[in-house]
Antibody, heavy 122, light 105 residues
């Protein structure tokens, strides 16, 4: 069974960088797609981006200038870096797997971590 | 950017109710819409994918329908354990969530 677990600082100062790690067990990140999603206070959800099985990336255009998603296949981990954060980046950050079904020709985010709460404050 | 407008934002419900919520896409997204359930303190859980397909292990009281720009999610016989926030998600062009529908007693 695939399991994902986010880790990283819970408090980041404005203008600094937010860095989170997603550790995956039970499944190799060299298959399928691995992404980050965040939930703001008040229920709004935002897809941030993903890294693919090959290491290619895709980002939400609204974040493209600030975001980087990388991976370490030897540790079966992938990472989120969000630069120049403001208080508006305060959210719960989730990592998730986008599983591709060749039968359906469709991707689904079928496995999620428990989420990491990050507050941006001085 | 594709905007998913979800309605209503909240509903007061009773056990046994039939519950219906909607998502309207700002442009044609085909059948590329999923529905998620998120209970308090938990991560989102996939219920419906590709507009109308129930995910593995999901009870048949949960159904989805629609295509193009208009999508509907229904709980046919509301249970207390279904209290949660529900989200639609389009994956036709990048990924965009609806604003969520909170079900309350």
């Amino acid at each position: 069974e695939v399991q994902l677990q986010e880790s990283g600082p819970g408090l980041v100062k404005p203008s600094q960088s937010l860095s989170l790690t997603c550790s995956v067990t039970g499944y190799s990140i060299t298959s399928n797609y691995w992404g980050w999603i965040r939930k703001f206070p008040g229920n709004k959800m935002e897809w941030m981006g993903f890294v693919s099985y090959s290491g290619s990336t895709s980002y939400n255009p609204s974040l493209k200038s600030r975001i980087s998603i990388t991976r370490d296949t030897s540790k079966n981990q992938f990472f989120l870096q969000l630069n120049s954060v403001t208080t508006e980046d305060t959210a719960t950050y989730y990592c998730a797997r986008s599983y591709y079904s060749s039968y359906e020709d469709y991707y689904v985010m079928d496995a999620w971590g428990q989420g990491a709460s990050v507050t941006v404050s001085s | 950017d594709i905007v998913m407008t979800q309605s209503p934002t909240s509903m007061s419900i009773s056990v046994g109710d039939r519950v219906t919520m909607n998502c309207k896409a700002s442009q044609n997204v085909g059948s590329n819409v999923d529905w998620y359930q998120q209970k308090t303190g938990q991560s989102p859980k996939l219920l419906i994918y590709k507009a109308s397909n129930r995910y593995t292990g999901v009870p048949d009281r949960f159904t989805g329908s629609g295509s193009g720009t208009d999508f509907t999610f229904t709980i046919s016989n509301m249970q207390a354990e279904d209290l949660a926030v529900y989200y639609c998600l389009q994956s036709n062009s990048y990924w965009t969530f609806g604003g969520g529908t909170k079900l309350e007693l």
